[in-house]
């Protein structure tokens, strides 16, 4: 029997996966654990002290995490504010996940600071960028570039976002559905491998509890189905609500607000110690500040009254809002989904009063609340169905969750445009499309040939022989338009039909040019490149002036580019 033996490349790719899964369980703990101290330290004994005391050293301790925020971020790491994901995103395409180890230092500490210090923020989307970030750094100092320390990048971010939740399944699906935009994509299996790892660490150091704990084991009740509609379309507008809201108020504040950014952050600050007093005042629960799992957990317990949750829901939603949109640092999962738990909560105590509910009801319409909320923000099903179910390990949620998902989905499409990641990264004037690859070829050819063309183009001028013979001893180029702004575009001509003497270019003979518009589609252009001259289509503006070629090398390049990243 022949032996089987590994080759170095696939050797290397396992052992950068693993390096990536490990080191981003490790980064995700580390997080965790200072959030969890801090948070401890300071709110927990506050939450004992009465709402004067809480009012009073909550309103100095906000303040500070505000101003330290905000110095760190506009000061050293603008990019660190914020979730972190769609800067994550960005990075991984246009900046060919190259991140910066400032950037995770920073992310690191004001991550820390601003959600273990009570913004109303999660700790999920910072823990994947910084994830992701870290395999980054590790791949670069590794010499590994291009689309191997893409590969890394996203398997430290399914990595950190497995550790976070306790959910290997759903991290896979979320860096899949949100970061690489596709579900068939071939490093499916390297993502599985470091998910894979991450949770082996993850069970070795802290356990293998769940995130949240259902009271008991759930059980199947048509009327409790029937309720799943109404209470996930209510989660539904609650999540697209806030999206609206959060990404609104932080594009004006971006764009006409004077206030500097340095001070921005406690501004959020300010608003979630107004919204956290006033429901510490009326309910005792202190589930405004920071992360709320506490007030999360005793939700799903269903023993919470009915104005309770309401106060709960309402503060948390107005502080979350204000916290993001001035420009905190943290995310918006854990929020996301108390958001959700306490609106599918609310609306079960709410029809408790006019007819009589079976006692699984409230638990239920919480988690399926959570991942309508959720899948309405985020806008990733698959993901949403799987991280709840993932989070309290209970089977019997499924069915409801996979109903609330498809009503969630139903409506979030008709509310906003584009998913709360990508509203973040238009709302930045950041167009990802040129750098992303393309699913199939259905696909690709709705792109604009400006997605694929060479910019900017070298021209040959028709009166000035001595310009042209320099541009040609500069440039490698085969082809080339002949264009001056007096005469305009006059033609092409290759290389090899330059002839050698000293002749000017407006005795050249010269082939007639291929012009297409830059909103145009590769469909709408893909007769004319074949037909083309030389194989060469130019790129022009509204008024026929060059900007740049598109050629059957790049339409070459493109599908090797679509094959490497399927």
Known sequence: MKRFRLSSNRTREIVYTTLAGVSGCLVALGFAHGIDLLHNWIWVPLSHA???????????????????????????????????????????????????????????????LSVGGGMSMGREGPTVQLAGGVASIIGQKLGVAGFQLRAMTACGAAAGLAAAFNTPIASVTFVLEEVLENLNSRLVGRILLASFASVFVLYLLAGESPSLALPRSLHFDWLIYLLVIPASACATLTGAAFQQAALSWRKHIRTKASVPVIIRPMIGALITWGAATAAFFWTGHIGVIGLGYGDLNTCLTGSIALSTLFILLVGKWIATTASYAWGGCGGIFAPTLFIGAFSGACFAALMARIIPLPPDAIPILAVVGMSACLGSVVRAPATSILIVFEMTHDFAIVPPLMLGALISQMLSRKLCAENFYSQVILDDGIDLTPHKSVQDFSEWKKRRIASFATFPVRTLPSDDARQARLILSETPFNAYPVYTPESGLVGVIARSQIPADESAPKEWTLAKATTVPMDATLDQVEASLVEATLGLVIVVDTNNVPLGVFTLHDLLRCQLSLMENA
């Not at 005391?53 to 925020?69: D, E, K």
């Open 50 to 112: 009465g709402w004067k005391a809480f009012a009073g050293v909550g309103l100095l301790v906000l303040c500070s995490v505000g101003l330290i925020t905000g110095w760190m971020v506009g000061k050293i790491a603008p990019e660190a504010a914020g979730s972190g994901i769609p800067q994550l995103k960005v990075s991984y395409w246009r900046d060919m996940a190259r991140i910066r180890t400032r950037l995770i230092i920073v992310k690191f500490f004001a991550g820390i």
